[in-house]
């Protein structure tokens, strides 16, 4: 896919951003957690419209952090260099362990919480479990500020510098938001109408959506050790 | 139950689903909307302007930095390469052009950060003219990364440019 060529031949910064946003999500490190947010948008096989409405939502928590990134730079006028270099790090430091600990935790309600017979932990669990959407926008909000070292250049020296002379550039983020939420929201509702279908037709909608649940724990731990071993590995 | 209640529940759920069904109706036509909006309110971007036409002569010393953090990604030591690869094929017998890669923790390297102003992953072109730097991120090359053919051929425009003082 050349999405970088049709760029080149834009000169709508709107649609540059919406672009630049999509080929964020295709990079291989932002994949990595966009894969965790598939996995937890269409975890649902039951109802069809929460990964649509949940989907939607992590596009939204993007657009909340890329925004606030935005005006912090373009109105209140913070340097871009200590921007970047911060969140390159939060990107690194904090996201690895923290997906780490929700994929346990959401694990310890399926599992863990039989063997121990409740506790607190477990409780913790169905409470992150139960937030369901709103999880979907604090995924997303989180995920945004997670830069890799390839997210971090689009972001901060193509599209801030983009929106930087723009008119109304403050917008161009939120933008840039939807095209990096995109392929979670095409792909969750289609991963989830599928599996729904499947299990359907299987008739045990149940038992494939308990198999879901603990895939996606696996999945947040994965990714979240991916995250961990990439910060160590240096 | 009553039967009043039970009428009264079928109310609100006749309610709620037309609720939803307007929701699933304007939701998308907003988002067009606003989309439109955008692309009309915003319009084009300003057209760059054209390259100074007085510029003194060809560069004195063009030099070609390439900056990264520790912690690296495949991409990005992908760029180092064909950043390598386009300078030492082409460039191989330009006496004024140098090339740097710069490890942006290193703290020996503080100085040249702080002047190009780095903070991760990226490419600069610094055309040295007149003893005065003339630095410039090559930002237009970010998006390139994933055609290699595209980036390289990018990139040496770029140096010939800087080369001849056109930046």
Redesign the interface.
Known sequence: MDLSGIMGNFNIPVLSALLLGLITAISPCPLATNIAALAYVSRRATERRYAVITGALYTLGRMFSYSIIGVLIIVAGLEIPGVATFLQDFGEQVLGPLLIVVGVIMLSINKISLSLGGGKLSSIGAKVANWGMIGGFLLGALFALAFCPYSAVLFFGVLIPLALKSAGGVTLPAVYAIGTGLPVLVFGTLLSLGVARVSTWLDAVTRVEKIIRVAVSIIFIGVGIYLVVRWIQT | MTKATKTKRNKNKATKSKVTKILWIVCPIVLVCL?VW??V???????TPPPSGNSSGPAERVEVVYF?????????IHAEELTRYTVENYFKDELKLTFQVINIDDKENAAIVEKY??????LFINTVRDGADHIE?A??L??????DQ?FVTALKNKIEKSLKGET
Do not use: K, M
């Not at chain 2, 970010?142 to 055609?147: F, M």
């Open positions: 989309a955008l692309i309110a915003y319009g084009t971007s300003p057209a990264h953090r520790t912690q690296r990604c495949p991409t990005c102003g780095a903070y991760g992953s990226q991120e930002t237009d970010y998006v390139l990364i994933h055609n595209a």
